[in-house]
């Protein structure tokens, strides 16, 4: 009988989300823009075969939560990295987010496969 739950390579997804140098009227849309992003991507890697993780997806919970929780999400997320990880796949752009620098730094740490959207190794340490 075949696998009906093969093992997939756990990837998770970094990219920016803080909207960076935008006004507070866009602010919102801009993180929407990037959650969405990410969101595309999930589904092209989950159809590659790939289980990915989405972190810009606490922006739903990070909205609706008490705004001491900044500190709680980079946590959050960087534990999923060391402990659940198998890659990470850098999308467009996240050299200029200081979170995603810090996820990057991490995975070179860790040693596990690091995968960028624009296929270039824009390593900067």
């Known amino acids: 009988m075949p696998d009906e739950h093969p093992i997939k390579k756990r990837i998770y997804i970094a990219g920016p989300y803080c909207p960076l140098g935008t006004t507070l009227h866009d602010a919102p849309r801009v993180a929407n823009h990037n959650v969405q992003r990410a969101i595309e991507v999930f589904h092209l890697l989950r159809s590659m075969g790939y289980m ?74």
Not at 65 to 85: H, K, N, S, V
Request: a negative charge.
């Open 52 to 125: 990915p993780f989405v972190p810009h997806l606490s922006h739903y919970l990070h909205i609706e939560g008490p705004e001491d929780y900044e500190g709680y999400w980079l946590d959050y997320d960087m534990t999923i990295l060391e402990r659940w990880a198998e890659a990470i796949f850098m999308l467009e752009g996240w050299e200029n987010s200081a979170g995603s620098k810090m996820e990057h730094d991490k995975a070179i740490d860790l040693g596990i496969q690091i995968i960028y959207e624009n296929g270039h190794k824009n390593v900067r340490r």
